[in-house]
């Protein structure tokens, strides 16, 4: 119960899930030249039936601090 109070005001949070690598690269190299910590977390998706035809997809997701999060999203929504 305590490390549930605590990951909720000391935990991390999602500031960005996608699934084009070029975007996720992008993104957390503006976070970490920014002095941001990160986690990431990779996730593939398969389709669940024998010859179904649904395509192999991969999804990148950025967590950083929750004290952080706002830092963190006004430098990935930031023009420089």
Same mark, same amino acid.
């Given at each position: 119960? @305590?490390?549930?109070?605590?990951? @909720? @005001?000391? %935990?991390?949070? $999602? ?7 070029? #975007?996720?690269?992008?993104?957390? %190299?503006?976070? /970490? !030249?920014? %002095?941001? *910590? $990160? *986690?990431?977390?990779? $996730? !593939?998706?398969?389709?669940?039936? +024998? %010859?179904?035809?649904?395509? /192999?997809?991969?999804?990148? #997701?950025?967590?950083?601090? *929750? #004290? #952080?999060?706002?830092?963190? !999203?006004? /430098? +990935?929504?930031?023009?420089?």
């Amino acid at each position: 119960m @305590f490390k549930k109070i605590l990951s @909720f @005001f000391w %935990g991390w949070e $999602t500031v960005c899930l996608t699934r084009s690598m070029e #975007e996720y690269a992008r993104i957390r %190299g503006r976070l /970490i !030249n920014n %002095g941001v *910590k $990160t *986690k990431i977390k990779v $996730t !593939n998706n398969s389709s669940n039936g +024998i %010859g179904s035809a649904m395509p /192999i997809s991969t999804n990148y #997701e950025i967590l950083v601090r *929750k #004290e #952080e999060a706002h830092r963190a !999203n006004e /430098i +990935i929504h930031s023009r420089w």
